[in-house]
């Protein structure tokens, strides 16, 4: 699937999120299904706590796994949450930058992911705070050791 399969796949998917529920849940899970790889994996941006010392530290959060965001999303999709696209840019080598404004009732937030395809699906998804401005440089040197590391299992002809 190209580059382009895969933005008409994730268009579809957050289209659904517009506040109707209106789909039956087979047909909601084929959506996903498209946009989100069988090894899929969020990292959730780390977690600002404050330490012993006074000091803002960084602290990483578990990955979670392909089930986990389906029965998330699951969630927001039947509470009846809205997301709307602000930017979807690809970045490098199958790496996508993507910006979604979702709104639950009075509840207005952004939520930024750079991610990674493979197979013309997600498989790695990073969630990007966007106070620390390096985070997306960060992730997409991750998005590069990644590609490099799945291009290196394939066997060429040389």
């Not at 899929?40 to 965001?69: C, Q, S, W």
Request: hydrophobic share 35%; charged share 25%.
């Amino acid at each position: 699937m190209s580059s382009y399969q895969f933005e008409l796949a994730f268009r579809q998917y957050v289209a659904a999120f517009d506040g109707t529920n209106d789909l039956s849940p087979a047909e909601f899970k084929s959506l996903f299904d498209k946009v989100h790889h069988k090894d899929f994996n969020y990292l959730p941006k780390d977690e600002r706590v404050l330490g012993g010392d006074d000091m803002m530290h960084l602290k990483a959060k578990a990955p979670l796994t392909r089930e986990e965001i389906f029965q998330l999303h699951s969630k927001h999709y039947a509470s009846g949450q809205k997301v709307t696209l602000i930017h979807f840019r690809k970045i490098g080598l199958d790496c996508i930058d993507i910006k979604v404004r979702l709104v639950t009732g009075k509840e207005d937030t952004t939520a930024r992911a750079v991610n990674t395809i493979s197979g013309g699906q997600i498989v790695l998804s990073r969630e990007i705070d966007e106070s620390f401005p390096l985070k997306i440089l960060q992730a997409k040197c991750a998005n590069a050791a990644y590609k490099w590391k799945e291009v290196g299992t394939y066997q060429t002809n040389m």
